[in-house]
């Protein structure tokens, strides 16, 4: 078998090999072409820190990164890998990380991130034999959302600018990387903010098509106030079925855990976040 870096001629063979080795994953997950190129883009995957294994011209492993230099550092996500169930147990995922250090090596990445659901222990084991550690728990929210009756403390409208310096002043947790600012901007979704005299207390970024909410906060000094439901009752109302699902909330982030709750979303899975210092 050969291991070599992802080309561009290689989207339709990794499709294929994506859809194949995530086909009996703990949560069954599926793309098309159009989602696939919009995670290519929005998660920043770079196709030289990326591999394949092929067998003759068949890919039957891969492992895709993207790349963001984060306050001073050079962070690479591991935004997918897979190997195809016929080709288990035979250490892919090792060998491919043995192609892919030098090459970020070279490119003076500091640190490698990842994502794991918590019960895949033998993915948490092949990844911990790779020297990565967990650093971070994420709770993966689903549900109907209810409508209980509530105050209307805030003007509702859409949210036009992200001015990401304010915003990140309501955090009390950091997104993960297919929530950050960065990939926001790629896709453009859906967002609502919540005014009082004109000044912006909360917002709300959501895709209607998807059911995804990507981010949610309220400004420490309007919470307890009910701004946080009155932004999910209206993007309830832009959501085709009333279903919204949030994932990568940081366990941490127990105000809006308790919140997604109290709205009708249910805790389904959870994952790690691991980390390795290069």
Not at 179 to 201: M, R, T
Not at 219 to 224: A, I, V
Request: proline letters at 3%; one cysteine or more.
């Amino acid at each position: 078998m050969l291991i070599r870096n992802l080309t561009v001629q290689d989207t339709g063979n990794l499709l294929l090999a994506i859809n194949g080795a995530f086909a009996d994953y703990v949560v069954p997950y599926q793309l098309n072409t159009d989602q696939l190129q919009l995670k290519m883009a929005s998660e920043h995957i770079q196709l030289e820190l990326s591999a394949g294994v092929f067998e003759q011209n068949r890919m039957v492993a891969t492992m895709m990164h993207g790349l963001r230099a984060i306050n001073g550092s050079k962070i690479v996500y591991n935004a997918g890998t897979g190997v195809l169930p016929e080709f288990r147990g035979q250490g892919l995922v090792g060998k491919m990380y043995e192609y892919l250090l030098p090459l970020m090596k070279q490119q003076q990445v500091d640190e490698m991130k990842l994502e794991v659901i918590e019960r895949n222990q033998s993915a948490i084991r092949a990844y911990e034999k790779n020297e990565f550690m967990i650093c971070r728990k994420f709770l993966c929210f689903a549900g109907e959302i209810k409508t209980d009756d509530h105050s209307k403390v805030a003007d509702i409208r859409p949210l036009k600018d992200y001015s990401w310096t304010l915003l990140q002043s309501f955090w009390d947790i950091e997104p993960s990387w297919q929530n950050a600012h960065q990939s926001i901007e790629i896709i453009q979704p859906k967002a609502l903010g919540a005014y009082i005299d004109d000044v912006l207390v909360g917002y709300v970024i959501f895709n209607p098509g998807n059911n995804r909410v990507y981010q949610l906060a309220v400004s420490k000094d309007h919470r307890r106030k009910g701004i946080a439901t009155q932004l999910f009752a209206e993007m309830r109302q832009q959501m085709p079925q009333a279903k919204a699902q949030m994932n990568n909330v940081d366990e941490v982030g127990e105000e809006l855990s308790w919140f997604l709750k109290k709205q009708g979303l249910v805790n389904f899975i959870n994952q790690f976040e691991m980390k390795r210092v290069i």
